[in-house]
């Protein structure tokens, strides 16, 4: 492939992503940001790189490709990588049920796992409540990675290792052909920042919203993606070798993420959750665990979409979170230490937005709360596509 001036708007994992996957294969690339370093939903998470939670097939196969990224990567940069793997928990006979059918599949989808009873789970960690603990799910793919940290840590190693040039605050106000090439025919672009410079590229990749929301309304009015806002919370432990070992996920879990949907008995936990606790469906509220490098453990979330959504959090939903955090997990204290929101862009169907709305230019966005499992993967596809 001939050697590009690639321009990226946005420094979030997205945005990352693709200045990695695009530098690698030997191109000039320089990535523009609108804050002084990554803030928004690349931050905001619980640093899950989590491939039990993408259907199998292609999407499961992708977030491995993601994994196997974040490790080569962790190598290299000197950034934080757990192999942390994951227990889905079961408190409730029909979870429990569940468990077991996807296990009996498991091996057919290619999603390595095994069923563990409550002792082999608390061998695994301290962290589960043995209270109505039925048995549980591990999954050996996951790993745990420091969101605040990773996100802002990868732009001294993008430029050290590959060259890539990084603008912060610098907001892009207009992406147009450049003047003087025949319409349609030529794939050079001019990008003007606020400041009025204005520099030349070959091809320029859209990773963030807030761009795409000044910059080419018309695409983001037809592209189907929602906004979404979920709550987050954060313990700090007061002994900091208490160790939580795996991700922790509840059987609310179960009805959140895609794969689990090739079981039937999925819809005997969806109705009993309907019906027993309709506050969590309205808040789209599952609860999970993780630690940090730093040992705080992270809790959450909830999902608010489109038009539901408010500046404001709500004091409702962090009780709840707490409330269904206490039936399935026991943690040292419950002191909260931090409070956040995050908002990202979900398509409905799609496991991200694409678009190429000039010769070009494509927008690349609206990978909804999995961007930092799959980020790294679909961004190897995109570039290897254009390759092919």
Same mark, same amino acid.
């Given at each position: 492939?001939?050697?590009?001036?690639?321009?990226?708007?946005?420094?979030?994992?997205?945005? #990352?992503?693709?200045?990695?996957?695009?530098?690698?294969?030997?191109?000039?690339?320089?990535?523009?940001?609108?804050?002084?370093?990554?803030?928004?939903? +690349?931050?905001?998470? @619980?640093?899950?790189?989590?491939?039990?939670?993408?259907?199998?097939?292609?999407?499961?196969?992708?977030?491995?490709?993601?994994?196997?990224?974040?490790?080569?990567?962790?190598?290299?940069?000197?950034?934080?990588?757990?192999? =942390?793997?994951?227990?889905?928990?079961?408190? &409730?006979?029909?979870?429990?049920? #569940? #468990?077991?059918?996807?296990?009996?599949?498991?091996?057919?989808?290619?999603?390595?796992? &095994?069923?563990?009873?409550? /002792?082999?789970?608390?061998?695994?960690?301290?962290?589960?409540?043995?209270?109505?603990?039925?048995?549980?799910?591990?999954?050996?793919?996951?790993?745990?990675?420091?969101?605040?940290?990773?996100?802002?840590?990868?732009?001294?190693?993008?430029?050290?290792?590959?060259?890539?040039?990084?603008?912060? &605050?610098?907001?892009?106000?207009?992406?147009?052909?450049?003047? !003087? =090439?025949?319409?349609?025919?030529?794939?050079?672009?001019?990008?003007?920042? =606020?400041?009025?410079?204005?520099?030349?590229?070959?091809?320029?990749?859209?990773?963030?919203?807030?761009?795409?929301?000044?910059? @080419?309304?018309?695409?983001?009015?037809?592209?189907?993606?929602?906004?979404?806002?979920?709550? *987050?919370?954060?313990?700090?432990?007061?002994?900091?070798?208490?160790?939580? !070992?795996?991700?922790?996920?509840? !059987?609310?879990?179960?009805?959140?993420?895609?794969?689990?949907?090739?079981?039937?008995?999925?819809?005997?936990?969806?109705?009993?959750?309907?019906? /027993?606790?309709?506050? #969590?469906?309205?808040?789209?509220?599952?609860?999970?665990? =993780?630690?940090?490098?730093?040992?705080?453990?992270?809790?959450?979330? +909830?999902?608010?979409?489109?038009?539901?959504?408010?500046?404001?959090?709500?004091?409702?939903?962090?009780?709840?979170?707490?409330?269904?955090?206490?039936?399935?997990?026991?943690?040292?204290?419950?002191?909260?230490?931090?409070?956040?929101?995050?908002?990202?862009?979900?398509?409905?169907?799609?496991?991200?937005?694409?678009?190429?709305?000039?010769?070009?230019?494509?927008?690349?966005?609206?990978?909804?709360?999995?961007? *930092?499992? *799959?980020? @790294?993967?679909?961004?190897?596809?995109?570039?290897?596509?254009?390759?092919?």
């Amino acid at each position: 492939m001939i050697q590009e001036h690639v321009a990226i708007i946005g420094a979030g994992i997205v945005g #990352l992503a693709h200045a990695w996957s695009a530098a690698e294969r030997g191109h000039a690339v320089t990535v523009f940001e609108r804050s002084p370093r990554a803030s928004g939903a +690349s931050i905001r998470n @619980f640093g899950m790189v989590w491939p039990i939670g993408q259907p199998h097939g292609e999407l499961f196969q992708t977030a491995l490709l993601s994994r196997n990224r974040w490790l080569q990567v962790a190598a290299s940069a000197r950034i934080s990588v757990r192999e =942390s793997g994951s227990i889905h928990l079961a408190h &409730q006979n029909d979870e429990w049920d #569940l #468990l077991q059918e996807f296990a009996a599949v498991a091996n057919d989808l290619q999603v390595p796992c &095994q069923l563990l009873t409550p /002792d082999q789970i608390h061998q695994l960690t301290p962290g589960a409540n043995p209270a109505g603990l039925r048995g549980g799910l591990h999954s050996f793919s996951e790993l745990c990675v420091n969101p605040r940290e990773a996100t802002r840590s990868l732009p001294a190693w993008l430029c050290e290792r590959f060259g890539v040039q990084f603008h912060f &605050q610098a907001p892009v106000t207009a992406v147009e052909p450049l003047p !003087g =090439s025949a319409a349609g025919t030529s794939a050079t672009l001019l990008l003007t920042t =606020s400041d009025g410079t204005r520099r030349c590229f070959d091809r320029i990749i859209l990773c963030c919203g807030a761009e795409l929301h000044a910059l @080419f309304p018309t695409e983001l009015a037809g592209s189907g993606l929602v906004p979404c806002k979920l709550q *987050m919370l954060s313990v700090q432990l007061p002994d900091p070798t208490w160790q939580l !070992g795996p991700h922790l996920a509840s !059987g609310l879990t179960l009805r959140h993420y895609r794969l689990f949907e090739v079981c039937p008995s999925l819809a005997k936990v969806r109705a009993r959750i309907a019906a /027993d606790s309709p506050e #969590l469906d309205r808040f789209g509220i599952h609860v999970m665990a =993780s630690q940090n490098n730093h040992g705080e453990i992270i809790l959450g979330d +909830s999902h608010e979409y489109g038009n539901d959504i408010e500046p404001f959090d709500k004091a409702e939903i962090d009780r709840l979170i707490l409330r269904e955090l206490q039936k399935v997990f026991q943690l040292p204290t419950w002191t909260i230490a931090e409070h956040w929101h995050g908002i990202y862009a979900k398509h409905p169907r799609l496991p991200v937005f694409q678009s190429t709305p000039l010769p070009g230019l494509h927008i690349f966005t609206g990978t909804g709360g999995a961007g *930092m499992t *799959m980020s @790294f993967g679909l961004a190897e596809h995109f570039w290897n596509q254009l390759e092919a």
